[in-house]
Nanobody
Framework: QVQLVESGGGLVQAGGSLRLSCAAS????????MGWFRQAPGKERESVAA????????FYADSVKDRFTISRDNTKNTVYLQTDSLKPEETSVYYC?????????????????WGQGTQVTVAS
């Protein structure tokens, strides 16, 4: 198991940027695939991006390609999500997830460790 704590959310104007962070506990962070997800009120949790343990392989949802960037620093046990050109419809709670795995996992149900989430609000 790994404990996850997200930070970096907030209020931003449309077109703005935020950098989200997710700090993980444990000594084997590089064994974990990490993902970012978001969930708006009344909607299902959806995948945003994911990254392999070594950081070589990544996945992005089509809706965020070329605007969001996922990265990780295994020396700091932290995964990041740089969000640029944010849109009002992307207002959600953003969660990070973790799963010990050798390949990138893209679906929320593939993950078994979750943080508490960080609110991102994009004003129009």
């Amino acid at each position: 198991q790994v404990q996850l704590v997200e930070s970096g959310g907030g209020l931003v104007q449309a077109g703005g940027s935020l950098r989200l962070s997710c700090a993980a506990s444990g000594r084997t962070f590089s064994n974990y695939v990490m993902g970012w997800f978001r969930q708006a009120p009344g909607k299902e949790r959806e995948s945003v991006a994911a990254i392999s343990g070594g950081g070589v392989s990544t996945f992005y949802a089509d809706s965020v390609k070329d605007r969001f960037t996922i990265s990780r620093d295994n020396t700091k046990n932290t995964v990041y999500l740089q969000t640029d050109s944010l849109k009002p419809e992307e207002t959600s709670v953003y969660y990070c997830g973790a799963r010990a795995a050798a390949v990138v996992l893209t679906r929320p149900r593939d993950y078994n460790n979750w943080g508490q989430g960080t609110q991102v609000t994009v004003a129009s």
